[in-house]
DNA sequence: ATGCCGGTTACTAACCGA
């Protein structure tokens, strides 16, 4: 099974079209969009990924102008809401499909980051045991690893998910390694698209990796993550 | 290293974004 999660821009715009089908030249069995907004564009991105077997959509209901998280889905899922997120919780698209659990989040910037990391640190345990990924734009990542340099709010909290529990699934499998999802019009890098894996589901992970032909193509200003997963036992 | 830039939409202003 195939997870990808891509940052849209501003709900994608004239780009919409041409971002969903390379979205799906990916090869997605989930795909959770960041900076989705509802209204026209997000509705021509939709059926794109309809069109393409990627028919079950979960979204928190939001005013159009909203940025948000789509997560969508080959397979059938359930939809489930993060409660702890409050009314952040359009930053969460949450979909259980069998026994797995794949949340989507579209993190805010600077210290409103807090609501957001605490809410999943708030996340009952037992999430934590089954099989879950928590997956999307977190906007954050760990100082001069995942930037050159000191300037991520709330970096803290990736030693805390990490206490918690939850592993870094790229960064785990590439300790030392400087790779960046964004980059700033000045050119700094920043990793700050991410996975985090329960161990359980870290067990299934055959690979993880970004795929930055799609942002230097410029249908978006971020790279994609794809997280590959072994086929379920049960 | 944020918004003095650049993209998007309720579109010729307001908003948002690491």
């Not at 702890?84 to 409103?112: K, M, T």
Request: contains cysteine.
């Amino acid at each position: 099974m195939r997870i990808v999660t891509w940052n849209v821009r501003h709900g994608g715009g004239t780009r919409a079209q041409a971002f969903a089908e390379t979205l799906i030249s990916l090869g997605p069995d989930v795909a959770i969009i960041t900076e989705f907004r509802n209204g026209s564009t997000g509705e021509k991105i939709k059926k794109v990924l309809e069109q393409n077997g990627l028919v079950h959509f979960c979204h928190a209901s939001t005013p159009a102008r909203l940025n948000s998280v789509l997560l969508s889905s080959r397979i059938e899922c359930s939809e489930r809401e993060l409660a702890s997120l409050g009314d952040e919780g359009h930053r969460c698209a949450w979909a259980q499909i069998g026994e797995l659990n794949v949340l989507g989040f579209y993190f805010p910037q600077n210290r409103a980051k807090e609501a957001v990391f605490d809410a999943i640190c708030r996340i009952d345990a037992r999430i934590l045991s089954e099989q879950s990924l928590l997956i999307g734009d977190f906007n954050t990542g760990r100082h001069f690893l995942d930037e050159n340099a000191r300037t991520f709010y709330c970096a803290e909290y990736f030693d805390k998910l990490e206490d918690l529990g939850w592993t870094d699934t790229w960064r785990s499998r590439n300790p030392t390694t400087k790779e960046f999802s964004w980059f700033s019009a000045a050119g700094n890098g920043f990793r700050i698209d991410h996975a985090f894996a329960s161990p359980g589901l870290d067990a299934r992970i055959l690979g993880v990796r970004y795929d930055h032909s799609v942002r230097e193509s410029g249908l978006s200003d971020h790279s994609a993550l794809i997280v590959d997963l072994a086929n379920s036992n049960s």
